[in-house]
Every structure is written in C-alpha cells, then in structure tokens.
C-alpha cells in the first residue's frame, strides 16, 4: 500500500511560479513509476508528467513542457513538480500518483495508476 500526501499549491498570478511536492509512505520512490496528473473544473483528470523508476526518465503533456519539470528524492522519498511560467489555464487540482506500470503512453493513461494523493489547489490568477 502506498499512501500519498500532496503540498505546495496555492494562488498566484499568471507568470508566477510554484513547488509541489509530494510525500510518499509505504513504498520506496526510487523502485516506483511517479507522475502528476491534474483536474481542472469541469474537466476531466489529465495528464500533467512522469517520472519513470528506470534512469529517471521524464515525459511530460505537450501544454506544461518547458515550463513544468518533475523531479523525486528518493533519500526522502518526495516527488516534485517545479511549475513556472504558470498560466490560468493551468489553474486545476493537481494530484500525485504512483505505481503505474508500462510504456510511455501507458504512463500517460490515469488508468494505469493504482495510487493517488488527495490533491493540492493551484490558481493561477490574470
């Protein structure tokens, strides 16, 4: 069981910048499949980034590429997501999620992942 606690959200205006983290318990990150996924209202979840448990690899959803970089510790088991740039249209839930298991465009399916956080707030105000 993996349980996952996420921090860090909160309100800024377009341009600005914030550092989710996320803490996680029950299972080592380093041996785990990490990523972010988001909501926003009225929308369904999306994919926002992963970070595999092989070499650390990285994708990230074509919208946030650039501007967003997904990181973890695994000496203390957190995981990260730098966010800059930020637009209103990034203004969502945003969500960790761990142990999903497969491909590239696996990992981008919220599906494929068995264990989520409870969710942190962003807004991004004009």
């Known amino acids: 069981q993996v349980h996952l606690v996420e921090s860090g959200g909160g309100s800024v205006q377009t341009g600005g910048s914030l550092r989710l983290a996320c803490a996680a318990s029950?299972?080592?990150?380093?041996?785990?499949?990490m990523a972010w996924f988001r909501q926003a209202p009225g929308k369904e979840r999306e994919f926002v980034a992963t970070?595999?448990?092989?070499?650390?690899?990285?994708y990230y959803d074509d919208f946030v590429k650039g501007r967003f970089t997904i990181s973890r510790d695994s000496a203390t088991n957190m995981l990260y997501l730098e966010m800059n740039n930020l637009k209103p249209e990034d203004t969502a839930v945003y969500y960790c999620?761990?142990?999903?298991?497969?491909?590239?465009?696996?990992?981008?399916?919220?599906?494929?992942?068995?264990?989520w956080g409870q969710g942190t707030q962003v807004t991004v105000s004009a």
């Open positions: 970070i595999t448990l092989n070499y650390g690899r990285t």
């Open positions: 999620a761990a142990d999903a298991i497969g491909s590239e465009a696996t990992l981008r399916l919220e599906l494929a992942w068995p264990y």
């Open positions: 029950g299972r080592t990150l380093s041996n785990a499949n």
